[in-house]
């Protein structure tokens, strides 16, 4: 399996301008989390998703941020418009309830974005 | 408020050496935990975890210990390497099978340097 896919790996852009960072959840997985890491708040769950449906957005820092899972294999985080407090590690990571209860995410390689 | 807590932010170990991790949590639901470790430019990955319903559990050099009375959990490696120096996250789940309890709250880490 070639484990949870996100792009782009790197992203420069200027404030106001949007971002779309992309994500492929490990197949058969039926959890999404995305995740922002920062100095100062460490890992941030952002919003989860389980079967396409958003479970608990309340992560999300402010209306700017959506997120969408069109299907099972595909999640957006979007920024609009970006700040420069938005720069960070996106992650977006994996789970499956069929896991035999041990609720283990696996996480993709993540997103640098910094905001100019 | 910080349900996870890793009061260590940076630990310094001899190669050869134990090295000791810890983790405090202050929510009572949690009752299974993971750690996971992290190399700059990656993403997190699975390491260890443990149920509630034990207080031990061994992968290789790798030894978890969770002391629920105390709300405490360690990870001890034996022998460290120079390979194990990464930034150590001690996550947690809340009981049950719902959705709910699929979410992690993480730790903010502890960076472990393993000299040669």
């Known amino acids: 399996d070639a484990g949870v896919i996100q792009s782009p790996r790197h992203e420069v852009t200027e404030m106001g301008q949007e971002v779309t960072l992309r994500c492929k959840p490990i197949?058969?997985?039926?959890?999404l989390f995305w995740y922002r890491q920062t100095m100062m708040r460490g890992l941030e769950l952002l919003i989860y998703?389980?079967?396409?449906?958003?479970?608990?957005d309340s992560g999300m820092p402010e209306d700017r941020f959506s997120a969408k899972m069109p299907n099972a294999s595909f999640s957006t985080l979007k920024i609009q418009p970006s700040e420069p407090r938005d720069s960070a590690v996106y992650f977006c990571?994996?789970?499956?309830?069929?896991?035999?209860?041990?609720?283990?995410?696996?996480f993709g390689p993540g997103t640098r974005l910094l905001v100019l | 408020d910080q349900q996870v807590k890793q009061n260590s932010p940076s630990l310094s170990v001899q190669e050869g050496r134990i090295s000791i991790l810890n983790c405090d949590y202050t929510?009572?639901?949690?009752?299974?935990f993971l750690w996971y470790k992290k190399y700059p430019a990656e993403g997190p990955t699975f390491l260890i975890s443990?149920?509630?319903?034990?207080d031990k559990n061994e992968d290789g050099r790798f030894t978890v210990f969770l002391n629920k009375s105390a709300k405490h959990l360690s990870l001890h490696i034996v022998p460290s390497q120079p390979g194990d120096s990464a930034v150590y996250f001690c996550?947690?789940?809340?009981?049950?099978?719902?959705?709910?309890?699929?979410?992690?709250?993480f730790g903010k880490g502890t960076k472990l340097s393993v000299i040669p």
């Open positions: 990571a994996s789970s499956s309830a069929s896991d035999r209860g041990r609720k283990t995410q696996y």
């Open positions: 197949s058969g997985h039926d959890y």
């Open positions: 998703f389980n079967n396409n449906v958003p479970i608990d």
């Open positions: 929510n009572s639901m949690f009752d299974y």
């Open positions: 443990i149920s509630s319903i034990k």
């Open positions: 996550a947690a789940s809340a009981l049950g099978s719902g959705a709910g309890s699929y979410q992690l709250t």
